[in-house]
């Protein structure tokens, strides 16, 4: 791994978002209509269900500022690549002095770096909108953040060597691999709220161990031991394969000239 | 004889049951400027991401700096650039921040001041500033070569770098290329479809035919061989297909085919 060549991937990043800043819309604008409409709607619930209402606004609302957490991370890394497609300067990196580890640990760092935009603009507008603060449960809460930033670079590398396969016209795929999981990932209801086959996928994805953690972290105000120790776990599963997956299909690709077919396209 | 710069060894490429490339040889030796001729779809440009490890050879081997290129790529790829009319620099970004994103992937020394050096070399310091979207095909191509040239490589692939330069730029680019070659004593694979280009810069000439070595030599060489008036009067002749033997004084022709 190469330090130099990880600040370059990423100062290019920076170097993007401060030309075009309207890029940095993207990173706010969804989130932001995420929180409004789940944020009013819970709040209307809340209203209305008098006392017995049995969710509380933090629920839903922790769960949209954390799916996008997921979703700004995979992206990130998915993005990254298409940005090198888009310029036609895809080949210009590959024929750099770039490996496939300084490659994916840069894209990691730019899906960080867009969550963090995205998640503190999110933390300050429920604050300042819900008064809802979710820092406010303590530190417990970051393991699970930091998991689902990995369970996303994951998903971004899957999505990434999908797109490196079956060319541009699988772009698409970019943005909508996450919400694949999304009905099975436990975001907005809990594991037993789903069919039994369903669940079995469910219990299979680190980030249903991490949206139900969140709840528990949220209701007892304690760390959720059991799911931070099953999402862990299936997270480093899931990156090993993600990674090994990606590293096979840039064989493929270099075997077949599908790198520089991209570059003509 | 010094050891090759590049060493290209029995090289094959097929994609599908379609041969690109069917088995090509060929050294370039240090300091020398090797000119890879063809027609479109002769296998120039595979063969060259071949060199740059973008396409894994289907059999066949590469050296370069004598060392083999599938086990050594990234230590190889650091002294090595490219420059082909197939790729852009990012049109988002102004030239100057393109040039640091790459001198530092490169980990260029003193890299402002090697920015500045690249920029004056192919005279366009003055756009230092500006949107490489902006600039206009020829600048471009001219951006292209600075990232080309900002690690001062031992090995230069070149692919059409002239194709969309003016007479007048492309006569610079040309003086620039036979510059660094002779000062920095750079190596360069070099494909052109202008054989003015050819002729000029290049020391000796590989003719590629459908993925396969027609001929190799000095552009002199080739033109003899043919027995035609010019390098482009050979290559019109391969390129259409038609008579590939050279003509001989007793009208006898000879294969050139490599056996
Ligand atoms: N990734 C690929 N998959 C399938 N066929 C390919 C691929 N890349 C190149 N080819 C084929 O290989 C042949 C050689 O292509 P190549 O680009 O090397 O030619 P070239 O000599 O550079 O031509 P030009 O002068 O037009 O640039 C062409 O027929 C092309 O269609
Ligand atoms: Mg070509």
Known sequence: MNFHVIQALVLRYLFLYTRTPVRLVELIFWPLVNLLVWGYLTLFLQQHAGEGFPYQITYLIGAVILWDVLFRAQQGVAIFFLEDVWSRNLLNIFAAPVTTLDYLVSTYAVGMLRASVTVSILTLLSLVLYSFNIFEVGWYLAPFVLNLLVFGWALGMISTALIVRWGPAAETLAWATPFFIQPFAAVFYPVEGLPPVMQAVSKALPCSYIFEGMREVLRSGHLAGHELVMATGLNVLYLIGAGLFFVHIMKIARRGGLLTKFASQ | MPEPILRVTDLVKRFGDFTAVGGVSFD????????????????????????????????????????????????????????????????????????????????????????????????????????????????????????????????????????????????????????????????????????????????????????????????????????????????????????????????????????
């Open chain 2, 28 to 259: 370039i030796a240090p300091g020398e400027i090797l000119g890879l001729l063809g027609a479109n779809g002769a296998g120039k440009t595979t063969a060259i991401n071949m060199v740059l490890g973008l396409i894994t050879p289907t059999s066949g081997s590469i050296s370069v700096f004598g060392q083999d290129l599938a086990q050594h790529r990234t230590a190889i790829l650091r002294r090595m650039n490219f420059c082909s009319t197939y790729t852009n620099l990012p049109g988002n970004l102004l030239v100057w921040q393109n040039l640091t994103v790459f001198g530092r992937l490169y980990g260029v020394p003193d890299l402002p001041r090697r920015i500045d050096e690249v920029l004056d070399l192919l005279e366009i310091a003055h756009l230092k500033k500006r949107v490489a979207g902006h600039l206009s095909a020829g600048e471009s191509t001219r951006l292209n070569l600075c990232k080309a040239l900002l690690n001062r490589p031992r090995l230069l692939l070149l692919d059409e770098p002239t194709a969309s330069l003016d007479p007048d730029i492309a006569d610079k680019v040309r003086k620039v290329v036979r510059r660094v070659c002779q000062e920095d004593g750079v190596t360069m694979l070099y494909t052109s479809h202008n054989m003015r280009d050819v002729e000029e810069v290049c020391d000796r000439v590989v003719f590629l035919h459908k993925g396969r070595i027609l001929h190799q030599g000095t552009p002199e060489q080739i033109v003899a061989h043919f027995q035609e008036k010019t390098l482009e009067d050979v290559f019109i002749r391969v390129a259409r297909g038609g008579d590939l033997e050279p003509r001989t004084a007793d009208g006898s022709v000879t294969p050139t085919f490599p056996s």
